[in-house]
């Protein structure tokens, strides 16, 4: 609950955007959503756009003004202006006192906060407005920004926009922007009853920036990147597993195969190895290994470091795909030891 609205907040925003006085207009990408439902004739109310994540407070009348219509918190522009973005600064929330925009159910983090001003009541057409003045201090989280503040000054004349920029940040999920009337500036001019603050938008973004994306697009981002980082992370281990089977596969295979073997090493005579293939005769030669020529096991010995018989796990394996053992003196293939 802020300044008696209860939000309930279902979703976490990052932005806001308001045209204060008038109906929702669309500026660019953006729309500011416009606050003129809000009319009432009471010095004190508050206003919450149902929907959205903002609203407002605002507290005085204009006791000397002898206006008690429903329209007299708000201004509308009569000139032929050219104003840039002329549809945002068509119309302005105005108050004698104090009026306060609060954004809420906003992610903590750092904002920037854009508010819009154009004079569009004193304007320049009749030579004694020229000297009305119109000054009032900004608070923005409860911290005075500004003192003194005279936009049309800053903008150097009537029915031209002026627009200034804060950083703040935001700790609870709420933010809150005051204009505040302390007694200055020009109370009776162009008549009684025109005096206090008047703003004519109001921009709200996440981060330090100089202009807020669309909100919908900027709530996309995320998405897209959590997408494409996806799909990535997917083609990589696609890739992975293909090369590890191309690279490591048939060796992990033949590793497996010949890890329940029981295989039996030991040291062989020349004469033992000679005698095994019938002395490398070429009809028992199988195939070629990584040392030499593979011949087949004829021997029937199966203790104390000979060789095992022709159907013994040793021959299903092919030898060991090539039959140099190692003796006691060197290591023999077929390429060392001739018949």
Same mark, same amino acid.
């Given at each position: 609950?802020?300044?008696?609205?209860?939000?309930?907040?279902?979703?976490?925003?990052?932005?806001?955007?308001?045209?204060?006085?008038?109906?929702?207009?669309?500026? /660019?990408?953006?729309?500011?959503? /416009?606050?003129?439902?809000?009319?009432?004739?009471?010095?004190?109310? @508050?206003?919450?756009?149902?929907?959205?994540?903002? +609203?407002? @407070?605002?507290? +005085?009348?204009?006791?000397?003004?002898?206006?008690?219509?429903?329209?007299?918190?708000?201004?509308?522009?009569?000139?032929?202006?050219?104003?840039?973005? %002329? /549809?945002?600064?068509?119309?302005?929330?105005?108050?004698?006192?104090?009026?306060?925009?609060?954004?809420?159910?906003?992610?903590?983090?750092?904002?920037?906060?854009?508010?819009?001003?154009?004079?569009?009541?004193?304007?320049?057409?009749?030579?004694?407005?020229?000297?009305?003045?119109?000054? %009032?201090?900004?608070?923005?989280?409860?911290?005075?920004?500004?003192?003194?503040?005279?936009?049309?000054?800053?903008?150097?004349?009537?029915?031209?926009? %002026?627009?200034?920029?804060?950083?703040?940040?935001?700790?609870?999920?709420?933010?809150?922007?005051?204009?505040?009337?302390? +007694?200055?500036?020009?109370?009776?001019? #162009?008549?009684?009853?025109?005096? *206090?603050?008047?703003?004519?938008?109001?921009?709200?973004? @996440?981060?330090?920036?100089?202009?807020? !994306?669309?909100?919908?697009?900027? @709530?996309?981002?995320?998405?897209?990147?959590?997408?494409?980082?996806?799909?990535?992370?997917?083609?990589?281990?696609?890739? *992975?597993?293909?090369?590890?089977?191309?690279?490591? *596969?048939?060796?992990?295979?033949? !590793?497996?195969?010949?890890?329940?073997?029981?295989?039996?090493?030991?040291?062989?005579?020349?004469?033992?190895?000679?005698?095994?293939?019938?002395?490398?005769?070429?009809?028992?030669?199988?195939?070629?290994?990584?040392?030499?020529?593979?011949?087949?096991?004829?021997?029937?010995?199966?203790?104390?470091?000979?060789?095992?018989?022709?159907?013994?796990?040793?021959?299903?394996?092919? %030898?060991?795909?090539?039959?140099?053992?190692?003796?006691?003196?060197?290591?023999?293939?077929?390429?060392?030891?001739? #018949?």
């Amino acid at each position: 609950m802020s300044n008696g609205i209860l939000v309930l907040c279902a979703a976490g925003y990052r932005s806001f955007h308001i045209n204060c006085g008038g109906q929702d207009v669309k500026n /660019g990408k953006i729309l500011y959503e /416009g606050d003129q439902d809000s009319e009432s004739n009471a010095a004190a109310r @508050s206003y919450y756009r149902l929907g959205s994540n903002w +609203g407002f @407070s605002s507290t +005085g009348d204009f006791m000397d003004d002898n206006n008690f219509n429903d329209n007299k918190y708000t201004l509308q522009s009569n000139s032929n202006i050219s104003l840039v973005d %002329f /549809g945002l600064y068509a119309t302005a929330r105005k108050t004698p006192l104090s009026i306060t925009y609060y954004g809420y159910c906003l992610e903590n983090g750092n904002y920037t906060v854009r508010l819009h001003f154009a004079e569009i009541q004193f304007t320049d057409e009749k030579l004694y407005n020229k000297v009305a003045r119109r000054v %009032f201090d900004i608070y923005i989280q409860g911290i005075q920004v500004q003192k003194d503040f005279n936009f049309t000054e800053e903008a150097k004349g009537s029915n031209r926009n %002026f627009t200034i920029a804060f950083n703040t940040t935001v700790t609870d999920r709420t933010l809150e922007i005051r204009l505040y009337w302390a +007694g200055k500036g020009t109370t009776s001019i #162009p008549r009684r009853g025109n005096y *206090g603050p008047i703003i004519s938008a109001i921009s709200v973004c @996440s981060g330090y920036r100089t202009y807020c !994306e669309e909100p919908e697009e900027a @709530s996309k981002k995320p998405i897209v990147i959590g997408v494409v980082t996806s799909a990535a992370f997917l083609i990589l281990l696609v890739m *992975g597993v293909i090369y590890w089977k191309l690279c490591y *596969g048939d060796k992990y295979t033949r !590793e497996r195969e010949l890890k329940g073997l029981d295989l039996k090493t030991g040291s062989f005579t020349l004469r033992q190895l000679k005698a095994t293939p019938d002395n490398f005769n070429s009809e028992n030669k199988i195939g070629e290994g990584g040392l030499g020529s593979v011949y087949k096991n004829l021997s029937d010995q199966t203790e104390n470091g000979h060789f095992t018989s022709q159907n013994s796990h040793l021959k299903q394996s092919r %030898f060991m795909d090539n039959c140099s053992l190692p003796s006691s003196s060197s290591t023999v293939s077929s390429n060392s030891v001739k #018949p």
